[in-house]
């Protein structure tokens, strides 16, 4: 029984480490833009820099977004970006 146990808390130590955060998700959908909020301290980040990644993810992909504050960026709606809710940032080592 106390093998099982240890082997049961192993495996849930492993998940953990192995997790897949959400910082950054949609918010919003308004006025042709999609909004999206990030999160501070999702794998020990600021909102700020997880905000910085995405924007720069998104960018690379020739979708038009800015910055809108210290963990909040926009972009506008195309028929190529699709929905505000198909797009996020994740950060951890198993995404």
């Known amino acids: 029984m106390l093998k ?26 308004a006025n042709g833009r999609c909004y999206y909020s990030c ?7 600021s909102g700020s ?7 720069n993810g998104l960018s690379t992909r020739g979708y038009d977004c800015k910055p809108e504050g210290y963990n909040t960026l926009s972009c506008t709606k195309t028929g190529n970006f699709g929905g505000c809710w198909g797009h996020q940032w994740t950060c951890g080592a198993g995404c």
């Not at 099982?4 to 959908?29: E, F, K």
């Not at 820099?49 to 924007?55: A, G, M, T």
């Open 4 to 29: 099982l146990s240890t082997l049961c808390i192993l495996l849930a130590s492993v998940a953990v480490v192995l997790g897949c955060d959400t910082a950054c998700s949609a918010s919003q959908d």
């Open 39 to 45: 999160t501070d301290n999702a794998c020990h980040m």
């Open 49 to 55: 820099h997880h905000r910085d990644q995405f924007l």
